[in-house]
């Protein structure tokens, strides 16, 4: 247990790395950290430095475990299945498969397409940006792993009940026409040797960089502000713990908004030090992952208004319904 | 010879049609490449995952940005 929370100290929280950056601004910048100015370029360096390492040696490892875990096999996996195990499958691969934003749609079409009940189909695509096995790692980092895990419960659950509610509404005619009716691709990929494995890993670990790093930066750079510049009052007016409606404005802000979940993990971090409740910052969260305009453009393509609406509908209101009870029972987990 | 590649615009697509032009360059093939960005089309070849390749209207390779000696042995084999 000692081995485990010294592993969890230096390799999740990177203790080493406070300290080293501490030094660095107290030492060499000649500034107290217990400052403003301090305070802030410290968290800036060493959250930034953290969210890099801990990005690129999460990211090699899982993307070598999903290199097993290709969206075809998936949906010739989910492809066996009929109701509510295959909604919970779903949402479970959706969490282990790669992809890109880019590919949900098509992706969405080739699982409806072979078959696969729309539910089934939904359950897959809510749970893939919500919970990410490299972010529940982050989490852990940033909070414990008792948060990581009620994070990755409710966000599963969140995945499977939409799916379900979706394939109990029999929405299956506001599917745009087009998406049913195309041929499943079934060419064998060649099995990927070790060597692609690597390959595979490296590629994305410079494919996500290139893309998040920007996010980062602007989480990292809000996150610091928050720390130190944005005072702790205002901050509770608008998003405190007793307020009743923090959790609708952290939904309302949220949603609309597209960041990589890793960019909105310093913020997390540095909401909570200001007392903001947990289950505000979870329906943050899962509002600017799982919901963004960006794709509900897509999704528009695939999708009629009233499916659309309704996903859009049921995925907000489990998200804002997860605020309230977190905030409610946040105690027990920070 | 018709060579398809199929991909919303992204990064990769780009690359993938660098390689496959790298590729038929090397290998002295004139053929035309059609770059088919739209989401349905792309759906219609059964294809999830982009970047794809696809040589006269078969699907050659998906999901991978192929380096131009993989193209080439894709093109042998296709011919």
């Known amino acids: ?334 | 010879m018709i060579i398809k590649v199929l991909g919303p615009g992204c990064k990769n697509c780009v690359s993938l049609k660098e390689n496959t032009e790298k590729a038929m360059k090397e290998m002295g093939i004139e053929a035309e490449i059609i770059k088919v960005e739209d989401m349905k089309d792309i759906a219609s070849y059964g294809v999830m995952r982009t970047p794809a390749l696809v040589i006269d209207e078969k699907v050659v390779s998906y999901g991978k940005v192929l380096k131009p000696n993989d193209i080439i042995k894709l093109l042998e084999k296709n011919k």
């Open chain 1, 1 to 334: 247990m000692v081995v485990f929370s010294w592993l969890n100290r230096q390799l999740l929280k990177m203790e080493w790395l406070f300290e080293l950056i501490r030094l660095l601004v107290e030492k060499i910048f000649g500034l107290s950290i217990d400052e403003r100015l301090g305070g802030s370029i410290h968290f800036f360096i060493y959250d930034f430095i953290k969210i890099f390492i801990l990005l690129s040696v999460l990211i090699f490892t899982i993307s070598y475990i999903q290199s097993y875990f290709p969206p075809e096999r998936t949906k010739k996996i989910l492809g066996r299945l009929n109701g509510l195990p295959a909604n919970i499958l779903g949402a479970f691969l959706g969490t282990v498969t790669p992809f890109c934003s880019c590919s949900s749609i098509p992706i969405f079409i080739g699982f409806t397409s072979a078959g696969l009940p729309l539910g089934v189909t939904f359950s897959f695509l809510i749970s893939s940006p919500l919970v990410d096995l490299a972010s529940i790692i982050l989490l852990a980092s940033i909070f414990n792993w008792k948060t990581a895990i009620a994070y990755v419960v409710v966000g599963l659950l969140l995945a499977v009940v939409s799916g379900t509610v979706i394939s109990k509404l029999k929405l299956e005619k506001h599917v745009e026409p087009y998406v049913y009716g195309n041929k499943s691709l079934d060419i064998e990929q060649e099995e990927m040797t070790i060597r692609d494995r690597v390959e595979f890993s490296k590629e994305q670990v410079k494919d996500i960089i290139k893309r998040v790093w920007k996010y980062i930066i602007i989480g990292v750079g809000i996150g610091a502000a928050i720390h130190n510049y944005i005072p702790e009052l205002l901050i509770t007016a608008v998003l405190g713990q007793d307020k009743w409606y923090s959790v609708l404005i952290a939904a309302f802000v949220g949603i609309p908004m597209y960041a990589d979940i890793f960019g909105t993990l310093p913020i997390a971090e540095a909401l909570i030090a200001k007392n903001v409740g947990l289950g505000t910052v979870l329906t943050f969260m899962m509002g600017v992952t799982a919901l963004s305009l960006p794709s509900m453009i897509m999704l528009k393509q695939v999708l009629k208004p009233r499916l659309l609406w309704t996903f859009i509908g049921l995925v907000s209101a489990g998200i804002i319904i997860i605020g309230y009870i977190f905030n409610a029972i946040g105690y027990m987990f920070i």
